[in-house]
C-alpha cells in the first residue's frame, strides 16, 4: 500500500522522456495487433500492401519518437511526419498514423523557437506527400487533402492554444507572487518606519536634553539609562523585522499591541515629553490587526509630538469597546503640529491606510483652539 501511494510522486521525478515513452510503446504495440492492424490513417486511398519486415521499422519510426515529444519536439514530429510519410506511399496504412497527430499536439504545446519554421517546412513536406501519393494513383484529390491537411492544423492548434493557456497561468502566477511580495515590502517598510522614528525620535530628545544636566548627576544618570533602554528596545524591534526578511526565519514576527500601550507612553514620559494616558474597557476576545494598528496610531502620535511639541502636554485615550477600539491622542499648544513642513507624513499616511483597511476611520489635524489632535475607530471584528 505504502509503495502504491509514493509511485505517482516518485514517478514525477523521472526523466520527461521516460514517462513520455509508455504512450509511444502502446501504440506502437497496438499497431501489430491483429484486431488493429487493418485500422489505420489511408490519406491516399490506395489499395492496403500486406505487412512485410519494413513494416516494423515504420511503426518504430512513427511511435518511438513520442518519447521525446516533450524534451525535443522538433525532432519527435519530424521523425514521427518521416515515418507517416513512408506509411502512406507504401499503403501499410497502420494504427501506428495516430502518432502524428499526438507529435502535433505536443509540438504545439512543447516547441520554443523555430514555430514559423517548424510549420513551413511541415506544410511543404505535406504538400510533396500529396503529389507523390497522387501520382501512385490516389483518388484523395485536392478536398481531401486540404481536409486531411486541416486536421493537422487543428492538432498544432489545440497545442497552440494549450501553450498560451499555460503560459497565461504562469504569468498571472508570478504577478500575484509579485503582488504579494510587493505588498510585504510595504508593510515591512511602514513597520520599520513606526519603529526607527519612535525609538530614534525618543533617543534625540534625550539626548539633547542631557545636555543641560551636567550639573545635577543623578538626573543625568537618569537621562543616559533611559537612552540606553531606548536604544535596546530599537534594537530588539529591529532584529524582529529583521527576522521577518529572513527567509529561514522559522517563528512569525511579534506583533505590538494595545496591551503594550503603557510601556510605549512610559518611554516618552522619560524622553521628557508629559504624556496624560487613560484607558478604558478591556480588549475583545478577536481582534484581528486591530490592536497592532490602535498600537502604531498612538506610537506615530506620540513620536510626532516629541519631534514638533516637546514639553507639550499630551493626552493619550483608548477605549475599548464591544466591536471596536477608540483612540484618541491630543497635544497642546500653538506649537503642537504633526507631519507638518519639516516633516515627511508618512507615518499619518500609513496609519490612514492601515486603518481603512480594517474598515475603520481615521482623521489627524489642528485643533480650533490650538494643539493637534489624532483620532482612530479601529472595528475589531468580533461579534457584540
Known amino acids: 500500500m505504502i509503495t502504491r501511494r509514493m509511485l505517482p510522486d516518485s514517478w514525477r521525478h523521472w526523466p520527461v522522456t521516460v514517462r513520455d515513452l509508455p504512450l509511444a510503446l502502446v501504440i506502437a504495440l497496438a499497431s501489430v495487433t491483429p484486431p488493429l492492424r487493418g485500422i489505420g490513417t489511408q490519406l491516399g486511398d490506395l489499395p492496403a500492401r500486406p505487412f512485410d519486415a519494413l513494416t516494423v521499422v515504420v511503426i518504430a519510426l512513427e511511435c518511438l519518437p513520442l518519447a521525446l515529444r516533450r524534451s525535443r519536439p522538433a525532432l519527435s514530429l519530424a521523425l514521427v511526419s518521416l515515418g507517416f510519410a513512408i506509411d502512406q506511399v507504401r499503403a501499410y496504412h497502420t494504427f501506428a498514423g495516430a502518432a502524428l497527430a499526438v507529435a502535433l499536439l505536443s509540438a504545439g504545446a512543447h516547441l520554443g523557437r523555430g514555430r514559423r519554421i517548424t510549420v513551413l517546412a511541415g506544410s511543404l513536406a505535406y504538400v510533396g506527400l500529396a503529389v507523390a501519393l497522387d501520382r501512385q494513383g490516389s483518388t484523395e484529390g485536392v478536398v481531401g487533402f486540404t481536409t486531411f491537411y486541416l486536421l493537422l492544423a487543428l492538432a498544432w492548434g489545440t497545442g497552440s492554444w494549450l501553450r498560451q493557456s499555460r503560459a497565461a497561468e504562469a504569468e498571472r502566477r508570478r504577478h500575484v507572487a509579485e503582488t504579494a511580495r510587493a505588498a510585504e515590502r510595504s508593510r515591512i517598510a511602514g513597520e520599520l518606519h513606526d519603529v526607527v522614528t519612535h525609538h530614534v525620535t525618543a533617543m534625540v530628545v534625550q539626548a539633547e536634553a542631557a545636555r543641560y544636566l551636567s550639573a545635577a548627576p543623578d538626573r543625568l544618570d537618569t537621562t543616559l539609562t533611559a537612552i540606553t533602554d531606548t536604544g535596546r528596545r530599537a534594537i530588539g524591534d529591529l532584529r524582529v523585522l529583521l527576522d521577518v526578511l529572513n527567509p529561514d526565519h522559522g517563528t512569525e514576527a511579534r506583533t505590538p499591541s494595545v496591551g503594550e500601550l ?30 497592532m494598528a490602535a498600537y502604531r496610531v498612538v506610537q506615530e502620535a506620540l513620536t510626532n509630538a516629541l519631534k514638533y511639541a516637546h514639553g507639550r502636554p499630551t493626552a493619550v485615550h483608548v477605549h475599548h469597546g464591544d466591536r ?61
Open 262 to 291: 503603557h510601556a510605549l507612553v512610559e518611554q516618552t514620559r522619560q524622553a521628557g515629553q508629559p504624556v496624560e494616558f487613560t484607558q478604558e474597557g478591556s480588549p475583545a476576545e478577536v481582534t484581528g490587526g486591530a490592536e
Open 324 to 384: 471596536e477600539i477608540t483612540v484618541e491622542i491630543s497635544t497642546d499648544g500653538p506649537g503642537a503640529r504633526a507631519a507638518g513642513p519639516g516633516g515627511s507624513g508618512r507615518g499619518l499616511a500609513g496609519l490612514r491606510e492601515r486603518v481603512t483597511l480594517l474598515g475603520g476611520e481615521f482623521d489627524a489635524g489642528r485643533r480650533a483652539g490650538g494643539g493637534f489632535v489624532v483620532r482612530a475607530r479601529i472595528p475589531t471584528g468580533s461579534a457584540s
